[in-house]
T-cell receptor
Framework: DAKTTQPTSMDCAEGRAANLPCNHSTISGNEYVYWYRQIHSQGPQYIIH???NNETNEMASLIITEDRKSSTLILPHATLRDTAVYYCIVRVAGQAGTALIFGKGTTLSVSS | GAVVSQHPSRVICKSGTSVKIECRSLDFQATTMFWYRQFPKQSLMLMATSNEGSKATYEQGVEKDKFLINHASLTLSTLTVTSAHPEDSSFYICSARALGGETQYFGPGTRLLVL
């Protein structure tokens, strides 16, 4: 699976949008982009995933560039409870037996 | 989203004893479950892939005789840490993918402390 590069940490003010970037310049055509987050001392939580179209759900929006070499996770109105480590992972579709491999992620700190 | 549970949530044991951790997919069937380990201030590291009805596949450096994995049904996988030592103290997290699904869901984790 392709590697991803994320900033180590980011800060965001409560109520503002948090935009978390991810570079995946070696992504191949059949790899999805997944975003998970891990709040301290909990298991990772699925946020969103996409292939090439932008995606939105109740938690976040995912913007993938046209060349698919980078993406941005957007939390539209960050709250204190969004403080967590956010992981961007790329994975080939259709391989049920293949686990997600985690990098170091971005530590997002939301403050009031 | 799909729910994965783990039991116990935390356990303290003496060095040399064995500890069993259960992972269940509550509202879906999973032919494949995954076990991860996370040390403080580090990311999750994949330990093994557990397939229902067959032997688990272990990642390089993970001792299969020390970390016994059993995946007896489509909703239950267990990880047994045998002869635990203080260096096995860690946060163990299981994960599962539904039949035919793409998204991987994670349990809440089990914190193991070996004294």
């Amino acid at each position: 699976d392709a590697k991803t590069t994320q900033p180590t940490s980011m800060d965001c003010a409560e109520g503002r949008a948090a935009n978390l970037p991810c570079n995946h310049s070696t992504i191949s055509g059949n790899e999805y982009v997944y975003w998970y987050r891990q709040i301290h001392s909990q298991g990772p939580q699925y946020i969103i995933h996409g292939l090439k179209n932008n995606e939105t759900n109740e938690m976040a929006s995912l913007i993938i560039t046209e060349d698919r070499k980078s993406s941005t996770l957007i939390l539209p109105h960050a709250t204190l409870r969004d403080t967590a480590v956010y992981y961007c992972i790329v994975r080939v579709a259709g391989q049920a037996g293949t686990a997600l491999i985690f990098g170091k992620g971005t530590t997002l700190s939301v403050s009031s | 989203g799909a729910v994965v549970s783990q039991h116990p949530s935390r356990v303290i044991c003496k060095s040399g004893t064995s500890v069993k951790i259960e992972c269940r997919s509550l509202d879906f069937q999973a032919t494949t479950m995954f076990w991860y380990r996370q040390f403080p201030k580090q990311s999750l590291m994949l330990m093994a892939t557990s397939n229902e009805g067959s032997k688990a596949t272990y990642e390089q450096g993970v001792e299969k005789d020390k970390f016994l994995i059993n995946h007896a049904s489509l909703t239950l996988s267990t990880l047994t840490v045998t002869s635990a030592h203080p260096e096995d103290s860690s946060f163990y997290i299981c994960s599962a993918r539904a039949l035919g699904g793409e998204t991987q869901y994670f349990g809440p984790g089990t914190r193991l402390l070996v004294l």
